[in-house]
Every structure is written in structure tokens, then in C-alpha cells.
């Protein structure tokens, strides 16, 4: 698995955590905001990466063994 999309989610993660912590304002809601659109990029980032990933070895396990597919 991607290890630089995983850091990046779970910074956002704390992130997150942390301004839920706090009292609410316009400034945090925003920031919160902002944040749930950067989580949601990452983990899509990450998952393509996964799934980009897992398409190599299957080609690679193909190749090797054909006939086992």
C-alpha cells in the first residue's frame, strides 16, 4: 500500500480531531470544511494507488502462471 497516501490521511485525520476538540466558529467550520475535501482526495489518491498496485502484480502473476487463470 501507498505509504506516502496513508501519512498524508492520517495527518488530516489529527488534524481534524483536533479542531473537533475545540469550540466551534466560523474559522474552524471553514477549516473542517477545506480539510474534509483534502480527506477525501487523499484516500481517492490512495485508493487508485492501491488498485494501480494490485493490477501490476495480477499482471505479474499472470505472466508467471498462466494457465492458473
Known sequence: MPTQTEAR??????????????????RSENRLRRLAVELRDAIEKHVKAAQS????????IL???????
Open 53 to 60: 498496485s494490485l493490477s501490476v502484480k495480477k499482471s505479474a
Open 63 to 69: 505472466k508467471r502462471d498462466p494457465q492458473d487463470y
Open 9 to 26: 490521511i492520517e495527518e488530516l485525520c489529527n488534524e481534524i480531531r483536533e479542531l473537533c476538540g475545540t469550540p466551534h466558529t466560523q
